[in-house]
């Protein structure tokens, strides 16, 4: 059998670009070269597309953009095109793509954009389609179809930029709603980028502005004491729901340090939680897949409240962390799909659902 032409995409104009990097390389080091002829494609910062012909190595170090293998390169919306337009010389060449693995966190690469642009071109890509990606991107959408569905969740409000002249009331009534302290997030953003907890109204004042700084639409919720439970789910109408992950993180809360710059981050696979627990959050994991209309793959992360009432949907993430150490391979993993045979079964998703 002839081998499948696929591309991979790192980076992206997104807060997230760094974090790209490292997934984007270890996707790569880890797409099975027997059965795919890899075409690596890099977003630069600042949003340059180029393609990229050297190390993997030099991917995460962030000096790919900047060596001598890169050449302009873009996805064409034409379908004729079915793949990449690469300049060269006046002139330019094309690469007809089977699938592409868009393995870009945050705006412009999980929002539903560039799924956008690859349902135009007719590629097959991994993950979720444009209006899922934008449902699970934004917390303010993801918690109104949640809430529609019946699936337990924090209490939260919307808030917007341009509704928030009059602090005072304002802060008064988020207090009467959701209490101190509260969870200050953009609407649109990951990998905590803008989060704050808000003891105080102080606090709140600064948190909101923290946020409006990367979204004009910011999500408030109540705090919620408990455990952090990740699930892996994979496919497209019939969904393997992976065995449970824990974080417990260094910080106070799971932040960018704590996530990305801190090895005192612990992870336990499985979860430190009883069978009920475990059951319970793999059927709801299944059921928030469902209700948001994901295909592919997505992480979906829990609390696991300490007080023993139950658990809580925190969020949805439609292109998780796919470095060598992040939760969602090491959840396939172990739940016996190996992290080759996990993107293997990405890209065939892909194409079935095309
Ligand atoms: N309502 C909440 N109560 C308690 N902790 C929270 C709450 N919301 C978020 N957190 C903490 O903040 C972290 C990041 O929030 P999250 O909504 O997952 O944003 P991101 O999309 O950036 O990962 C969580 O992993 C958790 O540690
Ligand atoms: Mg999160």
């Not at 396939?332 to 996990?342: D, F, H, K, N």
Request: hydrophobic share 40%; charged share 20%; proline share 4%.
């Amino acid at each position: 059998m002839s081998k499948l032409s696929v591309a991979i995409i790192f980076g992206g104009f997104s807060s997230e670009y760094e974090v790209s990097l490292v997934s984007g390389s270890s996707v790569i080091r880890n797409t099975p070269t027997d059965q795919y002829d890899i075409t690596m494609l890099g977003i630069t910062r600042d949003g340059r597309w180029l393609r990229y012909t050297g190390p993997v190595e030099l991917i995460a170090e962030d000096k790919w953009a900047d060596s001598a293998y890169t050449t302009p390169a873009f996805i064409s919306p034409d379908r004729s095109h079915h793949g990449l337009v690469v300049l060269s010389d006046g002139g330019y060449e094309i690469i007809r793509l089977d699938a592409v693995f868009p393995v870009l966190h945050g705006k412009n690469g999980e929002d539903g954009t560039i799924q956008g642009l690859l349902e135009i071109a007719g590629i097959p890509y991994v993950g979720c389609d444009p209006l899922s990606s934008a449902m699970c991107m934004d917390k303010a959408v993801t918690h109104t179809i949640l809430e529609d569905a019946g699936i337990p969740q924090a209490k939260w409000s919307t808030v917007f930029q341009r509704d928030c002249g009059d602090f005072d009331s304002l802060e008064a009534q988020l207090a009467e709603k959701l209490g101190y302290p509260m969870f200050v997030k953009p609407a649109n953003a990951g990998s905590s980028v803008g989060i704050s907890k808000a003891k105080s109204k102080a606090d709140l004042k600064a948190a909101l502005e923290l946020a409006f700084q990367h979204d004009k639409k910011v999500v408030v919720e109540e705090f919620i004491d408990g455990a952090e439970v990740e699930s892996a789910v994979l496919g497209n109408d019939d969904t393997l729901v992976s065995v449970l992950g824990e974080i417990v993180p260094c910080n106070e809360f799971y932040d960018y340090e704590a996530k990305y710059q801190n090895a005192a981050t612990e992870l336990h696979i499985p979860a430190r939680i009883d069978e009920a627990t475990t059951a319970l959050i793999r059927e709801t994991a299944a059921k928030a897949y469902r209700a948001l209309g994901c295909s592919g793959l997505t992480r979906i992360d829990f609390f696991v409240k300490r007080d023993g009432s139950g658990v809580i949907l925190n969020e949805p993430n439609t292109i998780p962390g796919f470095t060598s150490i992040s939760m969602y391979p090491k959840l396939m993993g172990a739940t016996g799909v190996s992290y080759s045979e996990l993107i293997d079964r990405l890209f065939t998703l892909a194409i079935q659902k095309a």
